[in-house]
């Protein structure tokens, strides 16, 4: 659907977040599909006030509206191996009316990688408790991708507009994000395969207030001598600063210990 009328109805959204928050300087849009949401709110938003910025944010895997901008026309659909995590935003084809509109109303246009995505759906679920998708989340990915520098110290609304996301697809965006963001990490070490030496293990990991989330032990397929064991451990921290707390306080006391990078 291209139609003036549904870009009309689409728009209201622009006019509801001009109406909700004054002194507006810039509001960020999903883009991607059919880009009506980001054609029909510029519309809206520019009528209201030509000087607020309008930004549409899409992914790097498919960046199909910064391309149909340079052509000067729609270009031919792409295929995304990844539907089921970016749901409607992959569903390329939005018409000439939303092209025309978006060339002409909207500021910029800015690309992100999947990486920040996940990043911003954990972000939101932590500080907003808001459970988002790839579409919800993209906006906010722009800013902590960095790709935005001129908005600092700016007034700046993100419009959030998701689906809902399946639990296994919320399971597996989560975990991933946590890895992302240096809080879910794994590192691997040779013991002795003596009693004891796998409690003084752990007593450094309850000491460092690290959360183990597994633990395996391998005897057979090593090479190091008779009568070790190596240990493989994945846990949770805090933030970053507290991964490279425990990350020092292994390596002053196994040296040998070798933490494995995402």
Excluded at 15 to 33: M, N, R, S, T
Excluded at 57 to 73: D, N
Excluded at 122 to 150: F, H, M, N, S
């Amino acid at each position: 659907e291209d139609s003036a009328v549904y870009l009309s109805g689409l728009g209201t959204v622009g006019l509801e977040v001009y109406e909700q928050v004054p002194k507006l300087d810039a509001v960020i849009f999903p883009a991607g599909g059919h880009c009506g949401l980001l054609a029909g709110s510029a519309a809206a938003l520019k009528h209201l006030n030509p000087h607020i910025s309008v930004i549409g944010v899409e992914s790097e895997s498919f960046p199909v509206l910064q391309q149909s901008l340079k052509a000067g026309h729609p270009t031919e659909d792409q295929a995304c191996s990844n539907h089921h995590f970016y749901g409607d935003v992959s569903g390329l084809c939005f018409g000439s009316n939303s092209l025309q509109l978006t060339g002409k109303l909207v500021d910029k246009v800015v690309a992100v990688r999947e990486e920040d995505i996940l990043i911003s759906i954990l972000r939101l679920l932590e500080y907003e408790r808001a459970t988002v998708d790839a579409e919800g989340a993209i906006g906010l990915a722009a800013l902590v991708a960095g790709k935005l520098p001129e908005l600092k110290a700016k007034r700046v609304a993100i419009v959030i507009c998701s689906g809902n996301l399946e639990l296994h697809l919320l399971q597996q965006c989560i975990a991933r994000a946590l890895t992302l963001d240096n809080r879910v990490c794994r590192f691997s070490l040779v013991l002795s395969d003596c009693p004891g030496d796998i409690s003084k293990l752990l007593e450094i990991l309850a000491r460092e207030e690290a959360r183990v989330l597994d633990i395996k032990q391998e005897r057979t397929f090593v090479t190091s001598e008779l009568f070790t064991v190596e240990v493989t451990c994945t846990v949770e921290t805090r933030d970053k600063i507290h991964t490279a707390q425990l990350r020092n306080a292994l390596l002053e006391r196994y040296p040998t210990a070798a933490w494995m990078e995402r």
